[in-house]
């Protein structure tokens, strides 16, 4: 001990050495190392007091309790760490600036490649003013904030690309900046500009026409499925009324009293949750409906001409494949994904889910790959010739996936909107802004481009490259049970 006494209140450091609670705070008072190795207080970790220990942060906030020492002692003891965050910020804020740099050579690059020579004068002065360590002139900062401040032109096309800026950096970024050679970057600017210009090109929708569902206010209009026929020429209306209405997309807007006459009426047994077209007969059309029935009709005589029924549960969508339209797909709240042939009023296969079966979809352009919504959380993909388990898993949804839908045969909507690389697995982008908590919203899609309901009765529209929606579409109040095109 320091004293050279009988130690009392006996303090042990990491090191090995003893001593009296007083001699300690003593010598406490003029620096905070070991009295004997020259080591740091903070390395304490042990006390011997009653048989117990303690960490070094109770040791610390027990020797200001007994002292009442003032905190700037022990903020002289962590003083020599602000170096080391010091110079591993300084690396990072470096790192940062030269992968800027590198980036602004790309970007020059591009533009001299575009042949601007007008736009490179305006925006290209700062990056020229900068030196090679990165640090922008006053200057020429300066008038870059005038600049950013002053009213934007009051071109359309400008503002919807202000408004899809940091989008369109992510995806130069991402597509961009590498060192390509100079027919692939050719290659490339002209993807980027092509989508730039999907972004720009539209910023509202206009109503064509509505008309009601429902042939009289007292009976419900909720509509499940709107779909359109290969050739974009009819669509079909299915609902809660057990009703198929067949309309002419033609003749939309030409009545101003929004009174429209189906073309053909199909009653049905139960009320409607999904409607298929076959993508090679024009005329065929499938169903599903809540009592579990999948009904097949020939919609130029009105006729069913075949009824599937394995289901135990309603069920909630049916999908005829577009590669092969020979065989269709159904989902159901009894936990079962089945495939069926046109050709065999049983099932070719039975794919086992663990949650209520929600939606199942044929990709575009390959009738083996279904993918399959359920109540579990996850979208799985499965390839037919090996129906046991599915290929791939996609995990990251907060609740049941109502919806799936293909964009193309490598990549896939899901509802909540998450796009998924096929064979990754990966999520490229999830999409903001709508709202689907409890209810099916409705989900479809179009080349790129991505449309959902919303839970505030709005349609907010997507492309697959921006997060943020394109365009959106409010629902008057007035006309919330009518049927919009």
């Known amino acids: 001990p320091i004293c050279q006494d009988i130690m ?17 705070m003593l010598h406490l008072e003029h620096q905070l190392d070991c009295p004997l190795l020259n080591r740091l207080a903070e390395y304490w970790t042990k006390k011997l007091n009653r048989n117990s ?23 002289k003891s962590l003083s020599s760490y602000i170096p080391r ?22 970007v020059t690059k591009d533009f001299k490649e575009l042949g601007n020579q007008e736009e490179q004068q305006l925006d290209f002065s700062e990056i020229q003013g900068s030196d090679e360590e990165g640090e922008i002139d006053a200057d020429d900062s300066q008038q870059s904030n005038m600049r950013s401040s002053q009213p934007e032109n009051e071109d359309p096309l400008v503002r919807r ?27 490339l600017l002209s993807q980027f500009s092509s989508v730039l210009y999907d972004l720009t090109k539209y910023s509202r929708y206009s109503v064509v026409d509505k008309f009601n569902y429902a042939d009289c206010e007292e009976l419900s209009t909720i509509v499940s ?10 669509f079909a209306v299915g609902g809660v009324t057990k009703l198929i209405k067949l309309y002419d997309f033609n003749m939309m807007g030409d009545y101003k009293n929004g009174i429209h006459c189906p073309a053909r009426v199909m009653r049905c047994e139960q009320k409607i949750s999904c409607l298929s077209w076959s993508p090679y007969i024009k005329s065929q059309l499938a169903n599903s409906d809540y009592q579990g029935s999948i009904q097949i009709w020939d919609v130029s005589t009105g006729q069913k ?49 663990k949650g209520n079966a929600c939606c199942a979809k044929f990709a575009p352009n390959n009738s083996h790959y279904l993918a399959v919504g359920s109540a579990d959380h996850f979208v799985s993909c499965y390839d037919l010739r090996f129906p046991t388990n599915p290929i791939k898993l996609y995990e990251g949804h907060r609740k049941a996936v109502s919806y799936v839908k293909w964009l193309n045969d490598d990549e896939i909507i899901s509802a909540t909107l998450k796009l998924w690389d096929r064979e ?10 709508h709202l689907n908590e409890k209810n099916f919203v409705g989900l479809s899609i179009n080349e790129d481009w991505i449309s959902c309901g919303s839970e505030n009765n709005t349609l907010y529209t997507y492309h697959k490259a921006s997060s943020d929606p394109v365009t959106r579409f409010k629902f008057p109040s007035a006309i919330e049970e009518s049927v919009s095109v």
């Open 305 to 353: 001409t075949m009824q599937l029924e394995e289901h135990k549960r309603r069920a909630w969508s049916v999908d005829i494949s577009h590669h092969n339209p020979n065989i269709l797909a159904s989902a159901s709240d009894d936990s079962t994904v089945k495939v069926w042939s046109t050709s065999q009023p049983n099932s070719l296969f039975t794919l086992e889910q």
């Open 85 to 106: 965050f010091l110079i591993k910020l300084k690396k990072e804020n470096t790192k940062t600036v030269n992968e800027l740099l590198i980036q602004n050579k790309f």
């Open 424 to 433: 990754t697995e990966i999520c490229k982008r999830t999409f903001t802004g």
């Open 161 to 187: 690309l202000d408004e899809k800026f940091y989008d369109l950096k992510a995806l130069y970024c991402k597509t961009l900046n590498k060192d390509y050679d100079t027919n692939k970057r050719k290659k």
């Open 53 to 75: 220990e303690m960490q070094t942060k109770d040791i610390i906030k027990r020797i200001e309790k007994d002292r009442k020492l003032d905190h700037s002692m022990i903020a």
């Open 225 to 234: 499925s709107i779909e359109f026929d290969r050739d974009q020429e009819f």
């Open 8 to 24: 009392n209140e006996v303090f042990s450091t990491k090191c090995g050495h003893s001593f009296c609670h007083k001699c300690l």
